[in-house]
Nanobody, 124 residues
Framework: QVQLVESGGGSVQAGGSLRLSCAGS????????MGWFRQAPGKEREFVAT????????YYGDSVKGRFIISRDNAKNTVYLQMNSLNSEDTAVYYC?????????????????WGQGTQVTVSS
């Protein structure tokens, strides 16, 4: 069992940066592939980034590639999403997710545990 709590969301102007954190609890966190997803109003949940259990195997959605960086600190049971060069299209609720595999995945169907989400609003 893994519990996830996101933090770090908020409002920022276009071109700015934010860092999201996802704190996990449960003894299986360090063995879990992790992912970040987002959902804007009226849109489907969108893949943002994923990372394997040891910090490798990172992969990004096309819309964030080159701007966002996913990382993890297993000693702190935390996954991060550094978001740079934000624009209005990045406005969404961002969700952290964990799966019962050491590998990451871009499909939300592969994830077993989800956080409650944190709002990110980018104003132009």
């Amino acid at each position: 069992q893994v519990q996830l709590v996101e933090s770090g969301g908020g409002s920022v102007q276009a071109g700015g940066s934010l860092r999201l954190s996802c704190a996990g609890s449960g003894r299986t966190f360090s063995n879990a592939g992790m992912g970040w997803f987002r959902q804007a109003p009226g849109k489907e949940r969108e893949f943002v980034a994923t990372i394997g259990w040891r910090g490798g195997g990172t992969y990004y959605g096309d819309s964030v590639k080159g701007r966002f960086i996913i990382s993890r600190d297993n000693a702190k049971n935390t996954v991060y999403l550094q978001m740079n060069s934000l624009n209005s299209e990045d406005t969404a609720v961002y969700y952290c997710a964990a799966r019962s595999s050491v590998f990451g995945s871009s499909s939300p169907k592969d994830y077993n545990y989800w956080g409650q989400g944190t709002q990110v609003t980018v104003s132009s």
